[in-house]
């Protein structure tokens, strides 16, 4: 197994998680007011993606690397693009939550991504299928919010 291309595959995955973070901060509190029963989710997805962060870099430093804590390009564009959207929208809330699944879609297709690349050390796989779990759950319980309004 290639120690470089390890770090490497891990290094975009934390990237990625530093992407949902930072996508996180932007949801702001009145969301909760049309959607009070995603809140407890919303709270446990922050702070798995806290817990996923650190496994993560532990990874890295097991393997060799140094952590590259930042956040991607594309998850700058997309964040960017998400305040000029909920700029003109007029449902906010809404838009808001849709931007939550895309990212945590465009997460679950990295992560499965990272999995298939075959770069990944047994101990790593086991980490990251992990933590694709924990992206699938949080994903379906926010794709359909037509159906989960207060």
């Known amino acids: ?3 470089e291309k390890t770090v490497s595959v891990l ?4 990237n990625i998680t530093n992407d949902r973070i930072e996508g996180f901060s932007k949801v702001e509190d009145k969301v909760w007011d049309t959607y009070s029963g995603l809140k407890s989710d919303y709270d446990q997805m922050v702070s798995q993606s806290q817990q996923m962060k650190s496994e993560l870099i532990s990874l890295i430093n097991e393997n ?9 390009t594309a998850g700058a564009i997309h964040r960017a ?3 000029v959207k909920n700029s003109f929208t007029g449902n906010k809330e809404e838009s808001t939550l849709e931007n939550v699944v895309f990212g945590e879609n465009a997460a679950i297709d990295a992560y499965q991504n990272a999995l298939d690349s075959g770069d990944l050390s047994a101990d790593c796989s086991r980490v990251v299928q992990d933590q694709l779990h924990h992206l699938k759950s949080s994903y379906a319980k926010f794709e359909n919010l037509e159906n989960i309004k207060s």
Do not use: F, K, P
């Not at 060799?64 to 991607?72: K, V």
């Open 1 to 3: 197994m290639n120690n």
């Open 81 to 83: 693009w998400i305040d």
């Open 64 to 72: 060799g690397g140094e952590a590259d804590n930042t956040t991607s």
């Open 11 to 14: 290094n975009d995955l934390l």
